[in-house]
């Protein structure tokens, strides 16, 4: 299941939002020891956490999280433009139709195969929800390792800057352009997987 938020909830309560702030904590501060701020010492939340952020989350039936991804609006400071501009050679992308994929993020107990389809699923899910709504280009800041798989899944990728060194990390900044094309461009690089999409009510949000 992939259950599409539009803003974020009135509070962490929710099961799905609490599992998917779990599975953030679990991966980015305790595997990958990223310095960010966590609430009641069990979730992952940040500034961009607010009500301009939109979340794509693939659950089990028990709306239990498997993977999640969090996109932000160009159009207001996000994590390109406030934190690592410099990764870009020339202006930061934005515009209503440029969104920031952030926090994508894979559940640690999932075991490789699961992981890979999982993952596809989640890739899948970003280039369909912009062909529904009219996003044309994705940007995103990640690390090398996984900044050359994106740059390998078939898509128009492109590098928008070369990578730099931050804290014990090499960073880099990538566009992603989604055209009718995408999809084809996705199953022939083996990662296209779609699945259906389930809206959940649009919610307030939870300021971190």
Known sequence: MVLLVDSTVTSIGNTVFRSMFAARKSVFIDLLKWDLPVLDGRFEI????????????????????????????????????????????????????????????????????????????????????????????????????????????????RALGEPLPSGRSLLGALEITITPATPAELAAGGVWSPIVAHDLPARRAANA
């Open 46 to 157: 940040d500034q961009f956490d607010d009500e301009n952020a939109r979340y794509l989350i693939l659950t089990d039936l028990d709306h239990e999280h498997l993977a999640s991804a969090r996109l932000l609006p160009t159009t207001r400071p996000h994590i390109l433009d406030s934190l690592f501009p410099a990764l870009c050679d020339g202006d930061v992308p934005r515009g209503p139709r440029v969104w920031e994929i952030t926090r994508f993020c894979l559940g640690r107990q999932l075991r490789a195969p699961v992981r890979r389809q999982v993952r596809n699923q989640l890739v899948s899910a970003l280039a369909a929800h912009a062909l529904e709504t009219g996003i044309q280009t994705y940007t995103g800041v990640a690390e090398m390792a996984w900044l050359q798989q994106i740059l390998g899944f078939g898509w128009q990728c």
